[in-house]
């Protein structure tokens, strides 16, 4: 072998190492559980209470059609909130302090909850 040709052959084979460096950058995306502020960005009219860390909303029409029936009392609202930064566990925007909470026997990511002469049906925002 002439010394151009090993010349050659190292030339490329270096080439194609080079090339199948990875140098790019790599963007990575994390998705979390919505929070209130996320939610009252998108409606700032939201119907929301916050349970045990996830945010629930109402007036979700598919959910009202659904034939869903109260399973357990779970705990009450708590506090009421106007600003997302002052949501916690028990905290809700609209709903009334003393408000009971259900769990549904139907469904595991919908919450009945019921004051005075009102029911409400409350579906957890996931992540998205």
């Not at 119907?47 to 009392?73: A, H, M, P, V």
């Not at 026997?105 to 925002?125: A, F, G, N």
Request: glycine content about 6%; proline content about 2%; aromatic content about 10%.
């Amino acid at each position: 072998m002439k010394k151009k040709d090993y010349l050659l052959i190292v030339v490329l084979f270096s080439l194609f190492l080079v090339g199948c460096n990875e140098t790019g950058t790599v963007d990575t995306f994390t998705s979390k559980k919505p929070d209130a502020a996320e939610s009252l960005r998108l409606n700032n009219q939201a119907d929301i209470f916050q349970w045990e860390g996830n945010i629930f909303e109402t007036e979700i029409e598919w959910i009202d059609e659904l034939e869903i029936n109260e399973d357990q009392y779970i705990g009450a609202i708590k506090y009421n909130a106007t600003k997302a930064e002052d949501f916690k566990n028990g905290t809700a925007n609209h709903l009334p302090i003393g408000a009971k909470i259900y769990s549904a026997k139907e469904r595991d990511d919908i919450l009945i909850v019921k004051y005075d002469d009102v029911v409400k049906r409350y579906l957890v925002l996931s992540e998205g």
